[in-house]
């Protein structure tokens, strides 16, 4: 399985925004379930958001509800997570993959640092 690529992370104060892209090469990408994981440290990875294949449904872990927003471009082969009003227990390193449900299940890529500062 190829790799994910996820970017756009950085350090953001407290009540801030940032945006997360994640680019998959593989030929199923647009057939596929998607999600957004995150791992805080010193704690495991966590689900954090998910899309379905066309973009029409949409779920979200209860700490990131109203505040993230997921989406994806198929014709790009891309997910993006939208973060606003960040919080400093969302800095974590953030990881894309498929998404079985609220479950991983393909490779993972190396993910995108997101801190947030108090």
């Known amino acids: 399985q190829v790799q994910p690529v996820e970017s756009g992370g950085g350090l953001v104060q407290a009540g801030g925004s940032l945006r997360l892209s994640c680019a998959a090469s593989?030929?199923?990408?647009?057939?596929?379930?998607m999600g957004w994981f995150r791992q805080a440290p010193g704690k495991e990875r966590e689900f954090v958001a998910r899309?379905?294949?066309?973009?029409?449904?949409?779920d979200y872990a209860a700490s990131v509800k109203g505040r993230f927003t997921i989406s994806r471009d198929n014709a790009k082969n891309t997910i993006y997570l939208q973060m606003n009003s960040l919080k400093p227990e969302d800095t974590a390193v953030y990881y894309c993959?498929?998404?079985?449900?609220?479950?991983?299940?393909?490779?993972w890529g190396q993910g995108t640092q997101v801190t947030v500062s108090s």
């Open positions: 993959n498929r998404a079985l449900n609220r479950t991983p299940s393909g490779s």
């Open positions: 593989e030929r199923t990408f647009s057939t596929s379930a």
């Open positions: 899309i379905n294949w066309n973009g029409g449904t949409t």
